[in-house]
């Protein structure tokens, strides 16, 4: 499987951007696919996920703001009223069982 993600960039606070991955390859093998993002100094955490039968989960520190969902092959990440702590890479992630797949990240900033 292989994933590409695009959609970054900066952006003001309060700001939105739409992030996608698209999935390639044995895609029928993903169980689910979800982002998560690194922020300079910081460990990678969880942002949201979207499982086959499109059951969500997301942070809580997200909630309300982001929405993730999901096409045939393509995993987005719609981010409205985004603040400066949402600074952060973001990657594309799959999974499959007993394999873990990720895409390149994508920085978003925000900052005015």
């Known amino acids: 499987v292989q994933l590409q993600a695009s959609g970054g960039g900066l952006v003001q606070p309060g700001g939105s951007l739409r992030l996608s991955c698209a999935a390639s390859?044995?895609?029928?093998?993903?169980?689910?696919m979800g982002w998560y993002r690194q922020a300079p100094g910081k460990q990678r955490e969880l942002v949201a996920t979207?499982?086959?039968?499109?059951i969500t989960n997301y942070a809580d520190s997200v909630k309300g703001r982001f929405t993730i969902f999901r096409d045939t092959n393509t995993v987005y990440l719609q981010m409205n009223s985004l603040k400066p702590e949402d600074t952060a890479v973001y990657y594309c992630?799959?999974?499959?069982?007993?394999?873990?797949?990720w895409g390149q990240g994508t920085q978003v900033t925000v900052s005015s």
């Open positions: 992630n799959g999974q499959s069982v007993g394999a873990d797949y």
């Open positions: 979207i499982t086959r039968g499109r």
């Open positions: 390859g044995s895609i029928f093998s993903l169980l689910g």
